[in-house]
């Protein structure tokens, strides 16, 4: 799959995108691909470009229609700073949601899965750069495990390399690499901290 395209691109009929906008593989503006503060303008009458420091027409109405796109509605209102908690998740949510799942189902996964198991936890692994509504982010996941292979013989070897295909997201994203020991895996995903502080 191609890269998606970002912020400092160009949409295909040529309009500059507001930063942090990524286009999915049909060329438009793709919603599930975009963190939600990268899609809304950022005031009533300015938009992203102001941001962006490239107040091109082109900009503004790619910003304007990128909201537009989002609510269904155009020329509206301010888009508010925050959304109700019931709103569609963006790529953020999204993968917040994903990892919370992910992570959580390899720390209670048997230490020596059964057969069965194991099947089923690489159908639920491999299922993912199928069917992941992030297209670029699924495109990427795909690249990383033709490299690095599903462990699923047990919960410390998928533990550990679901922990490092998420800080291969994390590195490509500029934020922290986590510590993939188990105790610091367990210690997040399923004990909680010794102070006591999540009992
Ligand atoms: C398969 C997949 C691919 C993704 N690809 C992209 C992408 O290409 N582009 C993009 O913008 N976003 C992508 N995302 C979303 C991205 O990974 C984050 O979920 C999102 O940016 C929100 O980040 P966050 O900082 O809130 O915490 P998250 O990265 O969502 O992490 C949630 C919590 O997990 C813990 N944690 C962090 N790293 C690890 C780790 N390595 N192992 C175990 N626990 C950890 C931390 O306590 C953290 O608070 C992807 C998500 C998934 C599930």
Redesign the pocket.
């Known amino acids: 799959m191609p890269e998606p395209t970002t912020s400092s691109s160009s949409s295909k009929d040529g309009g500059k995108l507001p930063p942090g906008m990524v286009l999915g593989p049909d060329g438009k503006p793709c919603k599930i691909c975009t963190a939600f503060r990268h899609w809304k303008p950022s005031s009533p009458t300015g938009s992203t470009s102001q941001q962006a420091g490239t107040g091109t027409s082109n900009t503004k109405s790619a910003a304007a229609a990128m909201a537009a796109l989002a609510y269904g509605t155009n020329g509206a209102p301010a888009v508010p700073e925050t959304r109700p908690a019931n709103c569609p998740p963006d790529?953020?949510i999204l993968?917040?949601a994903?990892?919370t799942f992910l992570?959580t189902t390899a720390a209670y996964y048997p230490e020596k899965p059964t057969p069965n198991q194991r099947a089923n936890m690489l159908s639920l692994i491999r299922s993912?750069p199928i069917l992941?509504p992030?297209s670029?982010?699924a495109s990427?996941?795909e690249d990383n495990m033709k490299a690095n292979p599903p462990d699923v013989s047990g919960r410390f070897g998928l533990s550990r390399w679901l922990?490092e295909r998420?800080?291969d997201?994390?590195e490509?994203?500029g934020?922290k690499k986590?510590d993939?020991g188990i105790k610091s895996?367990d210690e997040?995903w399923k004990d909680g901290p010794s102070d006591g502080s999540c009992d």
Do not use: A, D, I, Q
């Open positions: 790529v953020e993968g917040r994903t990892w992570h993912l992941y992030c670029h982010c990427h996941l922990c998420h800080n997201v994390n490509r994203l934020k986590f993939c895996l997040r």
